[in-house]
């Protein structure tokens, strides 16, 4: 799928993973819709790729109808959906206030639900391509992130439902699932991070944001990031017993490697 004059659509796109994805689209020619919470840096980089910046709030329905429609009023249609926004309140359940639970179910799982529906119709017509952000922590339950696992769990769900359902559509439904990733997303929230989270290999937004793209051009069903934390993830979720038991030595790698980190932080 090449993506020159294709319309993109990219939730969480001012930093991080959405913002590398916008980047490597636009230097292949992409009409971009850049979505994100936060209206400077957003404009910034719309600025910057010459791409439309709509100020959105996924959490609102209302915001995620006048993203789909601006794509489809200002660009005539949608070739590609890149559901990539995500939240997370780390701690015990009892321990996570009920809203902030609420807050992860609707960032990370209603709202993919929601654009995708809203652009569905453009995107058969299109033979056009959604990708979903998800995680590891999507194919293997995390403590402490339990919310968010969940969530991940669910758009993962979702997402391989959906490829089923248009199967011989044309249109390409895939699920990025990486684990740790160098952005602010955990960088900036280290210390309450889990140390299971960094027992395995960080990957860098560029490297998930090129998984992204894959995924839009071959319609693979799910990429996850590191291929060897799929394989454990797989292995985690089919022997609970087994992952309960390896959960102390992960723990200890990934305080080592988190101790790394935040020494490379300062």
């Known amino acids: 799928m090449s993506m020159a004059n294709k319309v993109a659509v990219i939730t969480g796109a001012s930093a991080g993973v959405g913002e590398a994805t916008a980047r490597q689209l636009a230097a292949q020619g992409a009409t971009l819709v850049l979505a ?20 959105t709030d996924v959490q609102q329905p209302a915001d995620c109808q006048r993203l789909i429609d601006t794509a ?43 654009l995708t529906r809203l652009a569905l119709d453009s995107l058969i017509e299109r033979r056009g391509a959604v990708v979903n952000v998800a995680s590891l922590a999507g194919r293997t339950p995390l403590p402490h992130e339990a919310a968010y696992s969940a969530s991940k769990f669910g758009l993962r769900a979702f997402t391989l439902a959906l490829h089923e359902e248009l199967r011989g559509s044309g249109v390409r439904v895939s699920v990025v699932s990486p684990g740790p990733i160098d952005t602010g997303f955990i960088m900036q929230a280290i210390d309450e991070v889990p140390d299971t989270v960094f027992s395995q290999p960080m990957s860098t937004a560029d490297e998930v944001a090129a998984a992204i793209l894959a995924c839009a051009a071959d319609g693979r069903p799910e990429r996850a990031l590191p291929s060897s934390g ?23 790698k990934g305080a080592k490697a988190k101790a790394r980190y935040r020494a490379r932080q300062g």
Request: glycine share 10%; charged share 15%.
């Open 36 to 55: 994100a919470r936060t209206p400077g840096p957003l404009q910034a980089l719309a600025t910057e790729l010459g791409a439309t910046a709509v100020p």
């Open 72 to 114: 489809l009023q200002q660009h005539g249609g949608i070739d590609l959906l890149v559901n990539n926004a995500g939240c997370n309140h780390r701690g015990e359940v009892r321990e996570v206030g009920a809203e902030q639970l609420a807050q992860v179910i609707d960032v990370n799982l209603r709202a993919p639900l929601i």
């Open 230 to 252: 799929g394989h454990l993830t797989t292995l985690a979720y089919l022997l609970p017993g087994l992952a309960r038991r390896l959960r102390p030595a992960l723990e200890r």
